[in-house]
Structures are given as structure tokens and as C-alpha cells.
């Protein structure tokens, strides 16, 4: 298997579905799929086209199941993707940067959770704007019963969107938690009928897709910005932003256009 298999990207209507192809490993990430990832988030980057995009993974008993552990017990690893680069530092953190592709996407990235969302397959979700889940989804990061940290990014990333004592409870104990659990303490932000995932993924795609895509990106941003930024700068960075986008200056038209629907 190629990584453009394990890897399946089909653009429609300026919305691209990412599809994380193997099935018949629980759709986990070997060498092909970490590769695939990275050349679906440049061909995304580089096609002007398109607008949203959806991450899912194929069938419907997982997104994915995390690492390969076939490929790390072979001695693969980040070595197998990343073989110019030394052991250690360096060879991690390439891993890591595949996924902050997603994250710094400058068009949104939907993540259509399908089933178990394991270790690295969780800590690439996070990277997502939104998360959706079937009812039948389950998350953990287990990496710490294997006596090791997780290490692609969730240690970051979680404890800004959960509590700090949540994110730590997930990362400490590596628990399993089901959907609903996930909904409650906002690791989601929807749940739905597993028939019904990838529609309603669909659905909000579809809505983004309809709006100008550069006032889209700078949202995205703005918003973004605020995870890690004080609120000074933020706020300064927002403005910046808006004008940089032109949104100040369609703002009355768009703002006619609005009320006319509500008439």
C-alpha cells in the first residue's frame, strides 16, 4: 500500500473528505499513512479550491486506533518517515509538525469521528477545528500504560480545550471514555447516530463552504490566536486581522444582505 492509499482525498464543491484508509488495521498510522497525511495537508494548502475540509477515517469502527505498533515494534517509527532526520529530538518533532498542518490549515478542518480515537489518532483530532463523533466513538490516550507520555502534542493541545484537571485525569490514568462522556466534558462538540455522522459533516461543511473564504481564514486565525495569545494581543491581532481581510469594509453590504433575509 501506497501512502496516497492509506491516505484517500476526494474534492467536491470546494470541500475535500480525508479519509484515513485502512480499514483492515483499524485505519492506525504506519509510515504510508503518516506520509499521506502530510501530502493531503500540501495538496489542501496548495488547491485554492477548496474551502472545508472533512477528516474521517474508513468503515465505521474507527477513525483511527493511533500508532501502528507493528511499526514501532519493527524499529520503525519516526525513522521510517523521517530518515534524514537524527534520532531524538528532531525525528519527533517532524512527526508532530504533519499534524500542526492541520491545525494551521488556513481553511477549516472537521473531524467525523467514526469509532475508536486512540493515542497519536486523538492527538490529531485535536488539531481539528471542530470534532463530531458517532455514538459508538471512544477516546483514550493510553500511551502512558506503554510507559511513555504522549508525545504528539495532546500534553499541549488538551488542556485547552478541557479542563487542566480533565486533560490531566485522560493523560494520567490513559482511561477510556465513551461519546457521551466526550460531549460532556467538550472534547466534541456534537455527537450523532453513527448513519448520521458524516452527513451532518457534510451539512456543516456545506455552510462554511458558502462563505467568503477569506473572511473564513482570518476568523480561523483570530480564534485560533486566542488559545495561546494574551487577550491584549489578541484583541489587537483581531483588528488587525478584520482589516487585513477586508471584512470592515463588505461589513455594510453583507450586513444589508442579512436583514433583508430576516424580512
Known amino acids: ?8 482525498v476526494n ?3 470546494g470541500i475535500a473528505m480525508v479519509v484515513i484508509n485502512r480499514p483492515e488495521a483499524m485505519n492506525s498510522l504506519n509510515k504510508d499513512a503518516f506520509l499521506g497525511l502530510k501530502t493531503a495537508a500540501q495538496q489542501l494548502k496548495e488547491n485554492a479550491d477548496v ?6 477515517g474508513a468503515g465505521e469502527k474507527a477513525f483511527s486506533a493511533g500508532i501502528d505498533l ?10 521510517a518517515v523521517f530518515s534524514s532526520y537524527r534520532a531524538g529530538f528532531d525525528r519527533l518533532y517532524g512527526l508532530k509538525s504533519i499534524f500542526t498542518m492541520y491545525e494551521n490549515m488556513a481553511i477549516p478542518v472537521i473531524a467525523a469521528i467514526n469509532g475508536f480515537c486512540l493515542g497519536a489518532a486523538f492527538e490529531l483530532s485535536l488539531c481539528c477545528d471542530m470534532r463530531m463523533a458517532s ?3 471512544f477516546f483514550a490516550l493510553p500511551e502512558i500504560q506503554f510507559g511513555v507520555i504522549p508525545d504528539l502534542g495532546s500534553t499541549q493541545r488538551l488542556p485547552r480545550i478541557v479542563s487542566a ?3 490531566k485525569e485522560l493523560i494520567l490514568t490513559g482511561r477510556r471514555i465513551d461519546a457521551a462522556e466526550a460531549l460532556r466534558i467538550g472534547l466534541v462538540d456534537h455527537v450523532y447516530p453513527k448513519d448520521r455522522l458524516l452527513p451532518e ?4 461543511a456545506e455552510e462554511i463552504a458558502k462563505l467568503n473564504p477569506r473572511i473564513v481564514e482570518g476568523a480561523k486565525r483570530a480564534v485560533n ?8 494581543a489578541g484583541l489587537r491581532m483581531e483588528t488587525d486581522i478584520c482589516l487585513g481581510a477586508g471584512s470592515g469594509a463588505s461589513f455594510g453590504d453583507e450586513a444589508k444582505s442579512f436583514l433583508k433575509k430576516g424580512t
Open 11 to 13: 474534492i467536491e464543491n
Open 70 to 79: 507493528k511499526m514501532v515494534a519493527s524499529g520503525g517509527g519516526g525513522s
Open 165 to 167: 484537571g480533565i486533560a
Open 51 to 56: 474551502k472545508v475540509a472533512i477528516l474521517t
Open 201 to 204: 459533516a457534510m451539512k456543516l
Open 225 to 232: 490566536l486566542a488559545m495561546s495569545a494574551p487577550l491584549d
Open 135 to 137: 455514538e459508538t466513538a
Open 1 to 8: 500500500m501506497t501512502n496516497q492509499d492509506a491516505i484517500q
